[in-house]
Protein backbone atom coordinates (compact mmCIF):
# COMPACT_ATOMS: atom_id res chain seq x y z
CA UNK A 1 0.00 0.00 0.00
CA UNK A 2 1.14 3.30 -1.02
CA UNK A 3 1.85 6.65 1.39
CA UNK A 4 -2.05 7.56 1.47
CA UNK A 5 -2.97 11.38 2.90
CA UNK A 6 -3.62 10.90 6.54
CA UNK A 7 -0.78 8.47 6.49
CA UNK A 8 2.11 9.61 8.62
CA UNK A 9 5.14 10.14 7.18
CA UNK A 10 8.11 7.35 6.99
CA UNK A 11 11.01 8.70 9.43
CA UNK A 12 13.32 7.95 7.12
CA UNK A 13 17.52 8.66 7.57
CA UNK A 14 17.88 11.34 5.22
CA UNK A 15 21.35 12.05 3.75
CA UNK A 16 21.50 16.21 2.72
CA UNK A 17 23.45 18.97 1.63
CA UNK A 18 22.84 20.26 5.49
CA UNK A 19 24.16 16.78 7.10
CA UNK A 20 22.47 13.97 7.96
CA UNK A 21 18.91 13.61 10.30
CA UNK A 22 15.93 11.88 11.07
CA UNK A 23 13.34 13.40 9.17
CA UNK A 24 11.02 13.09 12.13
CA UNK A 25 13.54 15.22 14.32
CA UNK A 26 13.86 17.73 11.67
CA UNK A 27 10.11 18.66 10.84
CA UNK A 28 9.67 18.82 14.73
CA UNK A 29 6.29 21.04 15.47
CA UNK A 30 6.37 22.38 12.09
CA UNK A 31 4.22 21.96 9.18
CA UNK A 32 6.65 20.77 6.33
CA UNK A 33 6.91 20.88 3.06
CA UNK A 34 8.86 17.47 0.40
CA UNK A 35 9.25 19.03 -2.97
CA UNK A 36 11.11 16.40 -5.05
CA UNK A 37 12.47 16.18 -8.80
CA UNK A 38 14.03 13.17 -10.91
CA UNK A 39 17.46 15.26 -11.41
CA UNK A 40 19.91 18.22 -10.95
CA UNK A 41 21.07 20.09 -13.64
CA UNK A 42 17.45 19.93 -15.78
CA UNK A 43 15.74 22.95 -16.61
CA UNK A 44 11.94 23.05 -15.17
CA UNK A 45 13.13 21.76 -11.96
CA UNK A 46 15.97 24.84 -11.41
CA UNK A 47 13.01 27.22 -12.20
CA UNK A 48 11.22 25.24 -9.08
CA UNK A 49 13.97 25.31 -7.10
CA UNK A 50 14.21 29.14 -7.87
CA UNK A 51 10.50 30.07 -7.14
CA UNK A 52 11.05 27.89 -3.57
CA UNK A 53 14.13 29.68 -2.54
CA UNK A 54 12.15 33.46 -3.55
CA UNK A 55 9.15 32.24 -1.27
CA UNK A 56 11.78 31.85 1.43
CA UNK A 57 10.23 34.74 3.41
CA UNK A 58 6.48 32.79 2.69
CA UNK A 59 7.49 29.75 4.28
CA UNK A 60 8.96 31.38 7.48
CA UNK A 61 5.88 33.05 7.83
CA UNK A 62 3.33 30.21 7.95
CA UNK A 63 6.20 28.32 10.04
CA UNK A 64 6.68 25.95 7.89
CA UNK A 65 9.87 24.52 6.62
CA UNK A 66 10.57 23.29 2.73
CA UNK A 67 13.20 20.37 2.11
CA UNK A 68 13.99 19.40 -1.85
CA UNK A 69 14.71 15.87 -2.81
CA UNK A 70 16.57 14.69 -5.93
CA UNK A 71 18.22 11.46 -7.06
CA UNK A 72 21.34 12.96 -6.98
CA UNK A 73 24.37 12.85 -4.87
CA UNK A 74 25.15 15.69 -2.08
CA UNK A 75 28.34 16.97 -3.90
CA UNK A 76 25.83 17.37 -7.13
CA UNK A 77 23.33 19.24 -5.14
CA UNK A 78 26.01 21.62 -3.70
CA UNK A 79 26.99 22.39 -7.57
CA UNK A 80 23.51 22.93 -8.66
CA UNK A 81 22.17 25.30 -5.81
CA UNK A 82 24.90 27.53 -7.61
CA UNK A 83 22.97 27.46 -10.78
CA UNK A 84 19.85 27.49 -8.82
CA UNK A 85 20.45 31.21 -6.75
CA UNK A 86 22.53 32.58 -10.00
CA UNK A 87 19.03 32.06 -11.68
CA UNK A 88 16.71 32.90 -9.09
CA UNK A 89 18.52 35.88 -7.28
CA UNK A 90 17.66 33.84 -3.93
CA UNK A 91 19.64 32.37 -1.31
CA UNK A 92 18.58 28.50 -1.61
CA UNK A 93 18.79 28.15 2.21
CA UNK A 94 16.38 24.49 2.44
CA UNK A 95 18.43 21.35 2.61
CA UNK A 96 18.18 18.83 -0.19
CA UNK A 97 17.99 15.44 0.02
CA UNK A 98 20.55 12.61 -1.79
CA UNK A 99 18.80 9.84 -2.74
CA UNK A 100 20.54 7.56 -5.16
CA UNK A 101 19.71 4.53 -3.90
CA UNK A 102 16.39 5.51 -4.22
CA UNK A 103 14.73 4.92 -0.81
CA UNK A 104 13.19 7.75 -0.23
CA UNK A 105 11.66 8.18 -3.72
CA UNK A 106 10.13 4.22 -3.04
CA UNK A 107 9.26 4.72 0.45
CA UNK A 108 7.19 8.28 -0.62
CA UNK A 109 5.51 5.82 -3.22
CA UNK A 110 7.06 7.86 -6.03
CA UNK A 111 8.71 5.01 -7.80
CA UNK A 112 8.04 1.36 -7.66
CA UNK A 113 9.92 -0.66 -5.28
CA UNK A 114 11.80 -2.59 -8.40
CA UNK A 115 12.80 0.65 -9.39
CA UNK A 116 16.71 1.26 -9.97
CA UNK A 117 19.17 3.99 -11.58
CA UNK A 118 20.89 2.62 -15.25
CA UNK A 119 24.19 3.80 -16.71
CA UNK A 120 23.52 6.95 -18.04
CA UNK A 121 20.10 7.71 -17.14
CA UNK A 122 18.46 10.60 -17.75
CA UNK A 123 15.51 12.57 -15.49
CA UNK A 124 12.62 10.36 -17.73
CA UNK A 125 13.99 6.99 -16.08
CA UNK A 126 12.64 8.68 -12.65
CA UNK A 127 10.07 11.33 -13.97
CA UNK A 128 7.49 10.38 -11.56
CA UNK A 129 10.04 11.99 -8.90
CA UNK A 130 7.38 14.99 -9.31
CA UNK A 131 5.92 15.22 -6.14
CA UNK A 132 4.85 17.83 -3.52
CA UNK A 133 3.62 16.66 0.13
CA UNK A 134 2.74 19.11 3.15
CA UNK A 135 3.17 17.27 6.27
CA UNK A 136 1.14 18.95 9.35
CA UNK A 137 3.05 19.03 12.85
CA UNK A 138 1.51 15.87 13.36
CA UNK A 139 3.69 14.22 10.67
CA UNK A 140 1.05 13.02 8.49
CA UNK A 141 0.54 13.74 5.25
CA UNK A 142 -1.77 16.41 4.35
CA UNK A 143 -1.51 16.81 0.29
CA UNK A 144 0.07 14.95 -2.35
CA UNK A 145 0.62 16.44 -5.72
CA UNK A 146 2.63 14.95 -8.34
CA UNK A 147 3.40 16.70 -11.80
CA UNK A 148 4.37 15.50 -15.31
CA UNK A 149 7.72 15.92 -16.14
CA UNK A 150 7.00 18.83 -19.15
CA UNK A 151 4.41 21.04 -16.53
CA UNK A 152 6.31 23.22 -13.93
CA UNK A 153 4.79 23.30 -10.38
CA UNK A 154 2.68 26.42 -9.72
CA UNK A 155 4.20 27.44 -6.12
CA UNK A 156 1.39 29.29 -5.31
CA UNK A 157 -0.92 27.02 -5.26
CA UNK A 158 1.06 25.08 -2.91
CA UNK A 159 1.19 28.32 -1.22
CA UNK A 160 -2.64 28.94 -1.05
CA UNK A 161 -3.43 24.88 -0.38
CA UNK A 162 -1.00 25.54 2.72
CA UNK A 163 -2.47 28.82 4.04
CA UNK A 164 -6.02 26.45 3.57
CA UNK A 165 -4.67 23.58 5.50
CA UNK A 166 -3.56 25.58 8.15
CA UNK A 167 -6.63 27.54 8.43
CA UNK A 168 -8.96 24.40 8.92
CA UNK A 169 -6.40 22.21 10.45
CA UNK A 170 -8.38 20.70 13.52
CA UNK A 171 -11.45 23.08 12.72
CA UNK A 172 -15.04 22.25 11.65
CA UNK A 173 -14.49 24.02 8.51
CA UNK A 174 -13.37 23.35 4.87
CA UNK A 175 -12.48 26.07 1.94
CA UNK A 176 -14.55 26.40 -0.84
CA UNK A 177 -12.65 26.04 -4.22
CA UNK A 178 -10.16 29.00 -5.12
CA UNK A 179 -10.12 30.04 -2.00
CA UNK A 180 -7.65 32.67 -0.86
CA UNK A 181 -6.22 33.53 2.44
CA UNK A 182 -8.75 35.85 4.22
CA UNK A 183 -11.69 34.72 2.16
CA UNK A 184 -15.21 32.54 3.88
CA UNK A 185 -14.53 29.41 4.74
CA UNK A 186 -17.43 26.62 4.62
CA UNK A 187 -19.16 25.57 8.18
CA UNK A 188 -19.06 21.78 8.58
CA UNK A 189 -21.61 19.22 7.83
CA UNK A 190 -21.09 17.96 11.67
CA UNK A 191 -22.61 20.85 13.11
CA UNK A 192 -25.82 22.21 13.01
CA UNK A 193 -27.11 26.07 12.27
CA UNK A 194 -27.34 26.63 15.93
CA UNK A 195 -23.70 25.08 16.66
CA UNK A 196 -22.39 26.87 13.86
CA UNK A 197 -23.60 30.33 15.18
CA UNK A 198 -22.40 29.75 18.74
CA UNK A 199 -19.05 28.60 17.46
CA UNK A 200 -18.65 30.99 14.94
CA UNK A 201 -21.21 33.86 15.01
CA UNK A 202 -22.87 35.04 11.78
CA UNK A 203 -23.21 32.08 9.15
CA UNK A 204 -24.52 32.82 5.45
CA UNK A 205 -27.22 29.65 4.67
CA UNK A 206 -26.60 29.49 0.42
CA UNK A 207 -27.81 26.11 0.96
CA UNK A 208 -29.07 23.22 3.38
CA UNK A 209 -25.67 21.98 3.45
CA UNK A 210 -23.44 24.61 1.91
CA UNK A 211 -23.30 27.59 4.90
CA UNK A 212 -20.53 29.95 4.91
CA UNK A 213 -18.62 32.36 7.70
CA UNK A 214 -15.74 34.83 7.98
CA UNK A 215 -12.36 32.48 7.94
CA UNK A 216 -11.70 32.50 11.87
CA UNK A 217 -8.10 34.17 13.14
Given at each position: MGLRINDIVPNLE?????????????IG???????SHPKDFTPVCTTEFGAVSQLGAEWAKRGTKVIGLSVDSVEEHGKWKSDIESFASAKAEFPIIADLDLTVSKAFDMLPAEA???DGRTAADSASVRSVFIISPD???QVIMTYPMSVGR???????????????FGQPIATPANWQHGQDVIVALSLNDDQA???FG????KLPYLRTTKQPS
Open positions: LTTDHGTFKFHDWDQWAILFYLPKKVNFAEVLRALDALQATREKEIDV
